[in-house]
């Protein structure tokens, strides 16, 4: 359906200026960090929220924070993942400031790093765990390993894959089949074609030619795709991609971070995935950084191995491209052992992913009703609409289906009606503590935004 760019562009108009009008405590305090920080943010990408000046975060609680103008929002962002068992659960904020009261970081190990890969490899089923303080230091340190074992260069990606700030992952496919860097990729050290192989998602015979070149130490894939709109795999998909890379003596790394809103173990236990290693992160903690790779006892025996060939100690593990002094850190530790084992544990996943099926329910009525040519896809306890009629097949299609202009009206609209989802796409994300009532404001706001625009 046709979007009338000038009646777009008129409604954007009126909701900047009721953003305006409401947020003045914010506007003050984004004058002041423009003094001191590119844009008056602490990280550039902050600068992408609709409106003019980003809105200044007060307190938050559950499901819910208020800003700095008093202005009370449903989050249905959740930090992107990093808060998806909502803001300041009691159990991780417990554990996180008895463990800091006693010493935060020692380089050495606390019981509650133990316990902590204890629970990931029960929901996991791998049984060799390392930590990190994000999910992208996880991914690129077992991308090192599966080269330093395989003795070979390159890794696969997926087209439009996201994997956080992991070099290799930030190489595309153009219009001729050649890997190129993304837009938007900025500084790379070399040309990505030097490291990476990109295949569609969903398209077996492109992984089988990627690994029949022979150079391929590891595939790095997400188990659904979730950061250009969520793209489901094609039934089959996962069994074929693992029966190939293993038969090429490569290694298959699943990255959960965030699709661990599929269940306790993400699509890897749902499913009965069967990768060599899965990387997690975000949410782990209860909110403060944490990230964790799980290894098979067979790739981490070949890793260690490899370290020590002459078993004459691990002399250079300390210079190796793998760790850094605050990973593992006693406090991500305590985070994370409260927060897997009371609060984002297997009984409360039923409720979050009620919230997003009645999430879904709400905007397919709206586009339904008003005849709106956008689909609306859910992944457990994750949802996100797209501006097509049908579901997109791999990334390619997301991202042609993508239109930022109409983008950051419908959620500059959510944001006044205090709803915030994610910036970067149409996503919205349940926690333990998201109620129906906050569902339905977004449902109604949802409905609101699209008859402004085809009503």
């Known amino acids: 359906m046709y979007v009338d760019r000038t009646r777009l562009s008129t409604l954007h108009a009126t909701e900047l200026e009721r953003f305006r009008a409401a947020r003045p405590g914010s506007a003050t305090l984004w004058e002041v960090a423009r003094e001191v920080m590119p844009e008056g943010v602490p990280m550039l990408w902050m600068a992408k929220w609709p409106g003019p000046w980003p809105v200044f975060v007060d307190a938050a609680k559950g499901a819910h924070f ?42 050495l190990p606390t019981e509650d790093a133990a316990a902590a890969a204890e629970l990931l490899a029960g929901r996991f089923g791998l ?35 996201y994997h956080g700030t992991v070099d290799e992952a930030y190489a595309t496919l153009d219009p001729e089949g050649r890997v190129v860097a993304r837009r938007g990729n900025m500084g790379p050290p070399v040309d990505p074609a030097v490291t990476t192989l990109v295949v569609p998602f969903n398209d077996i015979p492109a992984m089988e030619a990627a690994l029949a070149t022979g150079d391929v130490a590891a595939v790095l894939i997400e188990p659904a795709m979730t950061n250009i709109g969520i793209v ?17 003596g490569a290694y298959l790394v699943i990255d959960e971070t965030h699709t661990l809103c599929a269940g306790p173990g993400g699509m890897t236990a749902r499913d009965g995935l069967r990768p060599d290693a899965v990387v997690v992160g975000k949410t782990i903690a209860g909110g403060i950084p944490a990230g964790a790779w799980g290894m098979t006892t067979a790739f981490a025996d070949r890793v260690r191995a490899a ?59 709206a586009i339904d009703e008003l005849q709106v040519p956008w689909q609306v896809t859910q992944l457990g306890c994750r949802a996100e609409y797209s501006f097509r009629p049908t579901p997109p097949h791999d990334g390619r299609e997301a991202a042609d289906a993508d239109d930022f202009e109409l983008q950051q009206y419908l959620h500059l609209h959510a944001l006044n009606r205090g709803i915030l989802i994610t910036p970067f796409h149409n996503m919205a994300l349940m926690s333990p503590a998201t109620t129906s009532e906050d569902v339905a404001r977004h449902t109604e706001a949802f409905r609101e935004a699209v008859a402004s625009l085809f009503g």
Request: aromatic share 6%; with cysteine; net charge negative.
């Open 127 to 161: 049984e060799r765990w390392q930590f990190t303080l994000s999910a992208t230091d996880a991914n690129r340190h077992v991308l090192r390993y599966a080269r330093m074992v395989t003795g070979r260069p390159k890794v696969v990606v997926i087209d439009f894959s």
């Open 232 to 248: 489901l795999p094609d039934d089959g998909w996962h069994e074929a991609v693992a029966k190939a890379v293993h038969a090429a």
């Open 307 to 365: 370290l020590d060939p002459d078993g004459e100690g691990l002399e250079d593990i300390d210079v190796g491209g793998v760790g850094g002094t605050l990973a593992g850190n006693a406090v991500s530790m305590a985070g994370i052992r409260a927060t897997l084992a009371e609060v984002l544990t297997p009984e409360v996943y039923p409720g979050m992913i009620a919230r997003a099926t009645e999430w879904t329910a709400g905007v397919q009525a």
């Open 66 to 107: 208020t800003c700095v103008d008093g202005i009370d929002h449903v989050d249905l962002c959740l930090g992107d993942t990093g808060a998806m068992v909502g803001h300041a659960p009691e159990a991780s904020v417990r554990a996180i400031s008895e463990r800091l009261a006693r010493g935060a970081t020692f380089m």
